[in-house]
């Protein structure tokens, strides 16, 4: 599976857009990119996955480059609860989920 | 809808005490994982089950961990003896189809916390 690169943290206003951006210059055409995040104390949770389109669903949208080497989650309006650590994941036909350090998000009031 | 429900939440015991973490999956799903998660190795997969068949164990630590699932809706991780390293967050995580693929997401319990004095 492609390596993928986020920032290490980030800071967001609550009731702002939260913008997470990730990198993944070496993915291949059947990789899908996912966004997992993991609130302390809680086991990883799936946010939202997509191939070459935009998606998006009652959590949030996933943005894709049209060369599909970058994306961008986007939380429409976060608030306090979406302080996690968020992962991007590019995944073909492997089974095994890689998480990397991903990007620590603090909402702050 | 009912998530993957993992017990116990919290798990204290001695070394050299048989361990036994329980999993039970997102029903309709038949694939199932367990996963270890440490701060210095991340989320590592133990083993992975595909309609109730261990289909791939390698990353089993060693012969003191087993894992089964006697039907669609229940499996258990067990640890026997067990040791201080093998302190952990253990995770069970359910998906639908065969789990290979980009398609189907894994979902994942709570985990169980276990510590080994």
């Known amino acids: 599976d492609a390596k993928t690169t986020q920032p290490p943290s980030m800071d967001c206003a609550e009731g702002r857009a939260a913008n997470l951006p990730c990198n993944h210059s070496?993915?291949?055409?059947?990789?899908?990119v996912y966004w997992y995040r993991q609130i302390h104390s809680q086991g990883p949770q799936y946010i939202i996955h997509?191939?070459?389109n935009n998606e998006t669903n009652e959590m949030a949208s996933l943005i894709i480059t049209e060369d599909r080497k970058s994306s961008t989650l986007i939380l429409p309006h976060a608030t306090l609860r979406d302080t996690a650590v968020y992962y991007c994941i590019v995944r073909g036909g492997d089974y095994k989920l890689s998480f990397g350090a991903g990007t620590t998000v603090t909402v702050r009031a | 809808d009912a998530g993957v429900i993992q017990s116990p939440r919290h798990e204290v015991t001695e070394m050299g005490q048989e361990v036994t973490l329980r999993c039970k999956p997102i029903?309709?799903?038949?694939?199932l994982f367990w996963y270890r998660q440490t701060m210095m190795r991340g989320l590592e997969l133990l083993i992975y089950?595909?309609?109730?068949?261990?289909?791939?164990d390698s990353g089993m630590p060693e012969d003191r961990f087993s894992a089964k699932m006697p039907n669609a809706s229940f499996s258990t991780l067990k640890i026997q003896p067990s040791e201080p390293r093998d302190s952990a967050v253990y995770f069970c995580?359910?998906?639908?189809?065969?789990?290979?693929?980009?398609?189907?997401?894994?979902?994942f319990g709570d985990g169980t916390r276990l510590s080994i004095l």
């Open positions: 995580a359910s998906s639908r189809g065969t789990g290979t693929g980009g398609t189907q997401p894994q979902h």
């Open positions: 029903s309709g799903h038949n694939s």
């Open positions: 997509g191939l070459k």
């Open positions: 070496t993915i291949s055409g059947n990789e899908y």
């Open positions: 089950f595909n309609n109730n068949v261990p289909i791939d």
